[in-house]
């Protein structure tokens, strides 16, 4: 057998040749050495810490930057004790509003030096479950959640050692105030609000769309209760049968509610729907029955997602205010992974504002 041959010019393994070296990135030891000091001084002058003369730190940064050295921020969180992980974890992610809200945390965590992991839970209590603890390992500092299945047994038992700031809906069975930082809108004066909105124009017989049997959405409660406010601020009772029951919060779902209450539809002059899928899935539906919108119904929706301002017609809808969610819930839990006590007395249970976009729809 003859030997293995190599193409021409190329060397053998045994050949000792060897690469070209690659330059590499400057270590905190080739600062210390061209700056004359310790690496632990170094290291000081890097993190501001211990005692460093105004001569010694100045000569060590210029050499940080002439050699392009870059502290490790790994390195640096781990010595901390932290991983600059928070997590935000959330029902749906394809959901417009909570794809907006994961979109304000990245942001704003990304200019506190945080990186965000998502989860998506769809509402399953074991998933939920998991995701409190922290998914099962420890690499979050903290956690922005909001959960739909858990229960306040749940969230208290999961948030042993994580900082955890809740969205939304206060968890099943939390009464009395919660034991951790809770951020979210105040659902029942926004459909209050609204529906009071209506009644102003001269509506008199309104629709809710939006009663949730399964109680899969903490939302869909509230805001039929300020429905039901709203009504009674007026000097009007509900009417049972226009308290239109959904299967989930979807578009889908809107239309298929529509369809099957049209009867209803047709002697009510306004639909207050739970959210803005919901209000342009029922738009549909009436329009596809003769149904004019704001005509004979004028329809509201909630959350105020991107396709509201471009539906036909536009529609009018609750408007929280995303940004100012996401930077009180980071704000807050970047308080406490920093060290902020859990005393009672100084958890926060803040609403954020909102505002009623008025458009076309009524």
Same mark, same amino acid.
Request: aromatic share 4%; charged share 25%; proline share 7%.
């Given at each position: 057998?003859?030997?293995?041959?190599? $193409?021409?010019?190329?060397?053998?393994?045994?050949?000792?040749?060897?690469?070209?070296?690659?330059?590499?990135?400057?270590?905190? /030891?080739? #600062?210390?050495?061209?700056?004359?000091?310790?690496? /632990?001084?170094?290291?000081?002058?890097?993190?501001?810490?211990?005692? #460093?003369?105004?001569?010694?730190?100045?000569?060590?940064?210029?050499?940080?930057?002439?050699?392009?050295?870059?502290?490790?921020?790994?390195?640096?969180?781990?010595?901390?004790?932290?991983?600059?992980? +928070?997590? =935000?974890?959330?029902?749906?992610?394809?959901?417009?509003?909570?794809?907006?809200?994961?979109?304000?945390?990245?942001?704003?965590?990304? /200019?506190?030096?945080?990186?965000?992991?998502? *989860?998506?839970?769809?509402?399953?209590?074991?998933?939920?479950?998991?995701?409190?603890?922290?998914?099962?390992?420890?690499?979050?500092?903290?956690?922005?959640?909001?959960?739909?299945?858990?229960?306040?047994?749940?969230?208290?038992?999961?948030?042993? &050692?994580?900082?955890?700031?809740?969205?939304?809906?206060?968890?099943?069975?939390?009464?009395?105030?919660?034991?951790?930082?809770? #951020?979210? +809108?105040?659902?029942?004066?926004?459909?209050?609000?609204?529906?009071?909105?209506?009644?102003?124009?001269?509506?008199?017989?309104?629709?809710?769309?939006? !009663?949730?049997?399964?109680?899969?959405?903490?939302?869909?409660?509230?805001? =039929?209760? &300020?429905?039901?406010?709203?009504?009674?601020?007026?000097?009007?009772?509900?009417?049972?049968?226009?308290?239109? $029951?959904?299967?989930?919060?979807?578009?889908?779902?809107?239309?298929?509610?529509?369809?099957? @209450?049209?009867?209803?539809?047709? /002697?009510?002059? @306004?639909?207050? !729907? *739970?959210?803005?899928?919901?209000?342009?899935?029922?738009?549909?539906?009436?329009?596809?029955?003769?149904?004019?919108?704001?005509?004979?119904? @004028?329809?509201?929706?909630?959350?105020?997602?991107?396709?509201?301002?471009?539906?036909? $017609?536009s529609l009018t809808t609750v408007s929280p205010d995303i940004g100012a969610l996401a930077g009180e819930a980071l704000d807050r839990l970047i308080a406490r992974i920093d060290g902020s006590p859990l005393h009672p007395d100084q958890l926060e249970d803040l609403s954020i504002p909102y505002r009623i976009v008025v458009r076309?729809?009524?």
């Amino acid at each position: 057998m003859s030997p293995h041959r190599t $193409p021409a010019g190329s060397p053998t393994p045994s050949s000792g040749a060897r690469r070209p070296s690659r330059p590499h990135a400057p270590t905190v /030891k080739d #600062v210390a050495a061209a700056a004359g000091v310790s690496w /632990k001084t170094v290291s000081n002058v890097v993190n501001n810490t211990g005692r #460093v003369g105004d001569e010694t730190r100045d000569r060590v940064r210029r050499v940080i930057t002439e050699l392009g050295y870059q502290p490790s921020m790994a390195g640096r969180q781990l010595r901390r004790g932290r991983t600059g992980i +928070i997590g =935000l974890a959330v029902p749906d992610i394809q959901s417009p509003y909570f794809s907006r809200l994961a979109h304000e945390v990245m942001d704003l965590a990304q /200019k506190r030096s945080y990186r965000v992991l998502i *989860a998506e839970t769809s509402g399953d209590v074991e998933l939920e479950r998991s995701v409190a603890r922290g998914f099962g390992v420890q690499l979050l500092d903290g956690l922005i959640f909001s959960p739909l299945g858990l229960t306040l047994s749940d969230a208290d038992q999961s948030r042993e &050692g994580t900082p955890t700031v809740l969205l939304g809906e206060r968890p099943a069975g939390a009464t009395a105030p919660l034991s951790t930082d809770h #951020v979210a +809108i105040d659902n029942v004066r926004a459909a209050r609000d609204i529906t009071g909105y209506l009644l102003s124009t001269g509506r008199r017989r309104p629709a809710f769309l939006g !009663c949730e049997p399964s109680g899969a959405h903490r939302s869909a409660e509230p805001r =039929l209760h &300020g429905f039901v406010e709203g009504l009674a601020e007026a000097g009007l009772e509900p009417v049972p049968e226009r308290l239109i $029951p959904v299967e989930s919060f979807t578009r889908r779902a809107g239309y298929r509610a529509a369809t099957g @209450a049209l009867s209803v539809l047709r /002697k009510a002059d @306004a639909l207050v !729907c *739970a959210n803005d899928m919901l209000a342009l899935g029922a738009m549909a539906a009436m329009r596809a029955a003769g149904l004019r919108v704001p005509a004979d119904v @004028a329809v509201t929706g909630w959350d105020d997602v991107d396709d509201a301002a471009y539906a036909s $017609p536009s529609l009018t809808t609750v408007s929280p205010d995303i940004g100012a969610l996401a930077g009180e819930a980071l704000d807050r839990l970047i308080a406490r992974i920093d060290g902020s006590p859990l005393h009672p007395d100084q958890l926060e249970d803040l609403s954020i504002p909102y505002r009623i976009v008025v458009r076309a729809s009524t």
